[in-house]
């Protein structure tokens, strides 16, 4: 059993920033890349930016600049940096790891997991 649990989302006022945090727990043999995802209302889901296990960052047209993407793999832990929010930022964002974890037979099962979304709103 795996879970990713985020927090760090909240109101904040255009121009102004957040932390959000994703921890992954449970049965875990390693994790590949961590990422953070986006939905705003009527919207498809979107890639805000990811991260592999070697530290490759991948980013988001609309958020480069302004979003920073790390992890620590000692914690299991990936995190996103917003500065600069702008409206158009209001979304709920979602948190995915792509882990191998480990079943009580000890076999190895890849597949991605998300958290269960925390909502970011900018508006003043």
């Known amino acids: 059993q795996v879970q990713l649990v985020e927090s760090g989302g909240g109101l904040v006022q255009p121009g102004g920033s957040l932390r959000l945090s994703c921890a992954a727990s449970?049965?875990?043999?390693?994790?590949?890349?961590m990422g953070w995802y986006r939905q705003a209302p009527g919207k498809e889901r979107e890639l805000v930016a990811d991260?592999?296990?070697?530290?490759?960052?991948n980013y988001a047209d609309s958020v480069k600049g302004r979003f920073t993407i790390s992890r620590d793999n000692a914690k299991n832990t990936v995190y996103l940096q917003m500065n600069s929010l702008k409206p158009e930022d209001t979304a709920v964002y979602y948190c995915?790891?792509?882990?191998?974890?480990?079943?009580?037979?000890?076999?190895?099962?890849?597949?991605?997991?998300w958290g269960q979304g925390t909502q970011v709103t900018v508006s003043s």
């Open positions: 995915k790891a792509y882990i191998y974890s480990l079943d009580t037979d000890y076999r190895v099962h890849p597949g991605d997991h």
């Open positions: 449970g049965s875990i043999f390693s994790i590949n890349a």
């Open positions: 991260i592999t296990n070697s530290g490759t960052i």
